[in-house]
């Protein structure tokens, strides 16, 4: 290795000195813009910063909670994983919320987070987000940023052209991206092509409460379906997605789903379709999913088993789709402030590709098809371009807007963000990430009203810009003031997992309405025990239900005995505490489980099986007050052929 | 500070030829550039030091004493970050006679500032995002191009031609892989 080092010194030299004449030169112009960039991101001790920034864990299943420009972390908050720290899919109350047709699911990848929207505007109630393993879409409410509902999408896999929100949050969409056999059979993975179909789901939201339910299931022909975004304003009613695959090849799609020079973007008429079903459209099909709901009031998920969804075929509502020839396997599909133009990131073309969505309109209202897909009509490409962005870069993945005519484009293989214009498409500016971008964020930047001040870029790659942790080293969020003609590169900061997408929104929608506390009042959850004088432990068999409370500093009660070997023992806990930022935990040795981590008001259950005679004891894990170490207790675990009487007390030797 | 050493690095930069040097040797220069050498070599990762990965597709190139003239196009080009990436890429490097079997004066004009785009696109046109072995290339009929432009596989025997270049040899990459052909595929445009 060294020896091939060596032996190029001379080649090298020369090319550093060429290249680093032309890298200098750009920094200059970097470090020019740049000198205040330090007070950009300075958000002084005690300060808020302007954005939230919620950002995809990936293969984490979680999402992140960072504040712009500072880039601090605030919370992860656990989503499609259990998380240990938070007891989230490890306490009882928890642990429907990961039931799915599959049984419990403990893990997932977590992709687009995308925030509801009152009439194209953000409204900063709910942030929608999908799994894309075993095919979820969640939602996280913004008063206590907690995940309170996640729905199981049938029919799908690879569920990544999801989880985007209409301008009035009348749906949340979820895409497949793998076309299945629907309903699953058994059958030849060779017997794909014309077999296989691609749903396209679309969930109703409940204005009232945000929750969702699959409204209707479009199934589509066997391609796969990679990203998607609403219309909006004009466009508003249609729904894009972009395909890739349309060879509707099942192996090696590197090769074989690359044959084809144009894939296509897909336009829904969504109303249309909603419009048909309301009028008892569609046909209902036998399809197992788990429709899981949190509530606040017994802070308890319960997981309901559905049975059938409604599934539209295309050739059942003639006129509401329509495919956009796009070239070369696109990935993002993005819909700008005005809703008129659809900008499909060919990953494989070396160009941009902008649809125009009133062209779109002309060619289907003059029928000028030029073809047809399994019945859908494909429209002619030169009839619905707008425009193409030339040689911006190499693999565009993704395009967002400032909303102020600019759009931004991340090129992962030539690792940059590319700042061009709607109309004119021309490229105004370029700024390189480090390294290997994937996605970007400008908040709102799924709106009619972008916050076009700052753009997070999302690497998959850091190599070297960190201190090193061994092979694994974190992947990152660059941070962009975009307020200017150039853009300005002001930070980066590490993320949690796999940082795919992003949804911005600026902090005075979100900050009046976060919850501080649970009321104890208000707390249904049937083993609550909102006093002292609530605290019990009783035996049902061999269930052991203990009733505790917790307040600074001790747990009542903190001595129990009479418990068994072979006993189920389940804790559950209420935090006394009516005070802000006053959370406890709570373990115990020898637990299969994580702690609790309770916050006031609230009440949450383990459960432990003790296989060992003794005494044993637990404790409380967060450092709640002066004397959280005196915050303990013990149980007094006797064999299982002992007949000691179950008894609990607390101070009872003072 | 860092506004301090940024007004330094500007002043540095007017002589921008002391400062290349510097980027070549930051063991002796460290006290007051260190910062200086850290930006400019910190923009891409053409410019990480890694003696511990396989060799990139572009290292490949730069090893090899056969792809003088590519790697001075490609840096001409300024194309360098592209091939260091993740991708996977693969590079069809023709070798110096087959630049010169070119007319006359073409590289030294393709060379030049003013023609860097059309470098540029030419030089596209001979990196494909994938990693094909030779023999794995036999199964392709065309190959979409980064210049946004297809080029034809032919198989001839137990040769393969992409766009109408033969693969002489072929070199596993970190990145992807190098294929070494005996002509310059020209596009189209």
């Known amino acids: ?654 | 500070m860092k506004t301090k050493l940024n007004i330094l690095f500007s002043i540095l930069l007017v002589a921008c030829f002391f400062n290349c040097k510097n980027n070549k040797n930051t063991q002796t220069e460290e006290h007051s550039t260190t910062v200086t050498n850290q930006t400019a070599e910190k923009q891409g990762q053409a410019f990480i030091k890694d003696d511990g990965s396989k060799p990139n597709v572009l290292q490949i190139a730069m090893d090899s004493k056969d792809h003088t003239t590519l790697v001075a196009a490609v840096q001409a080009a300024g194309l360098e970050n592209a091939l260091v990436n993740a991708g996977p890429l693969m590079v069809f490097a023709p070798t110096n006679e087959a630049f010169a079997a070119l007319p006359e004066g073409t590289v030294a004009n393709l060379l030049k500032p003013e023609n860097k785009a059309k470098l540029a696109l030419i030089l596209k046109h001979h990196v494909t995002p994938g990693n094909y072995s030779k023999e794995f290339l036999k199964k392709f009929k065309h190959l979409g191009q980064a210049s946004n432009e297809n080029v034809t596989v032919e198989v001839k025997g137990d040769d393969v031609y992409v766009g109408g270049a033969k693969i002489i040899a072929s070199i596993s990459a970190g990145n992807g892989i190098v294929h070494v052909v005996d002509k310059v595929i020209i596009p189209k445009n």
């Not at chain 1, 390189?432 to 799924?446: E, K, Q, V």
């Open chain 1, 1 to 654: 290795m060294k020896q091939i080092f060596k032996l190029s010194v001379g080649f090298l030299m020369i090319a550093m000195a060429f290249t680093s004449c032309n890298n200098s030169k750009s920094s200059k112009s970097n470090s020019a813009l740049n000198s205040n960039a330090a007070e950009k991101v300075y958000v002084a001790p005690g300060e808020y910063d302007e954005f939230y920034a919620f950002i995809s864990g990936g293969f984490s299943g979680q999402l992140s909670v960072y504040g712009l420009p500072s880039g601090r972390l605030f919370k992860v908050i656990p989503v499609f994983s259990q998380d240990p720290e938070k007891a989230y899919g490890y306490n009882e109350e928890t642990k429907p919320m990961l039931n799915t047709s599959h049984g419990f699911i403990p893990w997932d990848d977590s992709h687009h987070p995308d925030i509801s929207q009152t009439g194209g505007k953000l409204d900063g109630r709910y942030v929608y987000i999908n799994a894309n393993n075993t095919p979820r879409i969640a939602k996280i409410d913004l008063t206590t940023f907690e995940t309170t509902e996640i729905i199981e999408i049938p029919n799908s896999a690879g569920n990544h052209s999801s989880s985007f929100v209409t301008e009035n949050t009348e749906y949340v969409v979820a895409g497949t991206r793998f076309s299945v056999p629907i309903p699953q059979r058994d059958m030849p993975i060779k017997d794909y092509k014309g077999n296989f179909k691609g749903s396209l789901s679309f969930l109703k939201v409940n204005p009232e409460n945000g929750e969702m339910s699959i409204k209707f299931q479009l199934l589509m022909p066997g391609f796969d379906y990679d990203l998607s975004h609403p219309g909006r304003g004009k466009s508003h009613g249609w729904f894009f997605f972009t395909t890739y695959n349309t060879e509707e090849a099942n192996s090696l799609l590197e090769v074989n789903a690359s044959q084809n020079d144009k894939d296509f973007i897909a336009a829904i008429n969504w109303k249309k379709i909603e419009e048909y079903v309301n009028n008892g459209g569609g046909t209902k099909i036998p399809s197992e999913y788990a429709h899981n709901l949190y509530s606040d009031e017994n802070h308890t998920a319960t997981s309901t088993m559905m049975h059938e969804v409604l599934q539209v075929k295309p050739s059942d509502v003639p006129g509401a789709i329509f495919l956009l020839p796009t070239p070369k396997s696109p990935h993002g599909c993005d819909v700008d402030p005005t809703g008129e133009y659809i900008v499909g990131n060919g990953k494989l073309s070396a160009n941009l590709t902008v649809h125009s969505f009133t062209k779109m309109l002309n060619a289907i209202e003059n029928k000028k098809f030029a073809g047809e897909a399994y019945g859908i009509p494909i429209l002619k490409f030169e009839d619905v371009l707008a425009g193409v962005v030339e040689q911006p870069g190499l693999g565009p993945l993704h395009t967002e807007f400032d909303g102020k005519g600019n759009a931004y484009t991340s090129f992962f293989i030539s690792s940059e963000v590319v700042k061009w214009k709607l109309g004119t498409w021309e490229v105004l500016d370029r700024k390189p990430t480090f390294y290997s971008i994937g996605h970007l964020m400008i908040p709102g930047g799924n709106s009619a009203n972008p916050f076009g001040k700052y753009l997070l870029a999302m690497n998959k790659i850091t190599k070297d810009r960190y201190l090193p942790t061994g092979p694994e080293v974190t992947q990152s969020a660059q941070l962009f003031d975009i307020s200017g003609d150039k853009m300005e590169l002001l930070l980066d900061f590490p993320t949690i997992g796999e940082p795919h997408y992003a949804a911005g929104i600026p902090a005075n929608l979100i900050t009046a309405n976060s919850k501080k506390l649970y009321k104890l009042e208000d707390n249904k959850h049937p083993y609550a025990a909102k006093s002292d004088a609530d605290t019990k432990v009783t035996r049902n068999g061999n269930e052991v239900h203990i009733q505790m409370t917790m307040i600074r500093s001790h747990f009542s009660p903190d001595n129990i005995e009479g418990v068994k070997v072979g006993d189920k023992v389940y804790f559950h806990v209420t935090n006394l505490e009516q005070d802000y930022d006053v959370p406890h935990g709570i373990a115990m040795i020898g637990a299969n489980t994580s702690e609790l981590l309770i916050m006031p008001g609230q009440t949450e259950t383990f459960v432990w099986e003790p296989k060992q005679v003794g005494v044993w004891p637990f404790y409380c894990t967060d450092f709640c007050s002066a004397l959280h170490q005196e915050m303990q207790g013990y149980v007094r675990v006797s064999p299982s052929s002992s007949d000691i009487k179950l008894s609990w007390s607390l101070g009872d030797d003072f």
